[in-house]
């Protein structure tokens, strides 16, 4: 079993920046990868950005240029820097973490950070 706690959620005003971080505990393979899906109220939860392992970025097109994943394997641990926030981010944003592949169905998900954007 694999563990995940996100923070870093919070209402921020529109042109602000978040940085999410989820830290991965339990039975870690070394070969993986960890993610962030969002989904903004009545939308499908949709897949974000994505960073395994050995170093590959996938960023979804609605969010390239603005959100960037980064992680630190030494500690387990997923970021997401998202900055110029839209209201359109608004949502809860779940870490995930997936045996290489299977990032469309990862195995393990947090329990969510919500990330509100308004003025």
């Known amino acids: 079993q694999v563990q995940l706690v996100e923070s870093g959620g919070g209402l921020v005003q529109p042109g602000g920046s978040l940085r999410l971080s989820c830290a991965a505990s339990?039975?870690?393979?070394?070969?993986?990868?960890m993610g962030w899906y969002r989904q903004a109220p009545g939308k499908q939860r949709e897949l974000a950005a994505t960073k395994s392992s050995d170093g590959t970025t996938m960023y979804a097109p609605t969010v390239t240029g603005r959100f960037t994943i980064s992680r630190d394997n030494a500690k387990n641990t997923v970021y997401l820097q998202i900055n110029r926030l839209k209201p359109e981010d608004t949502g809860v944003y779940y870490c995930?973490?997936?045996?290489?592949?299977?990032?469309?169905?990862?195995?393990?998900w947090g329990q969510g950070t919500q990330v509100t954007v308004s003025s």
């Open positions: 995930v973490f997936a045996s290489p592949g299977r990032i469309r169905n990862p195995d393990y």
């Open positions: 339990g039975s870690i393979f070394s070969s993986n990868v």
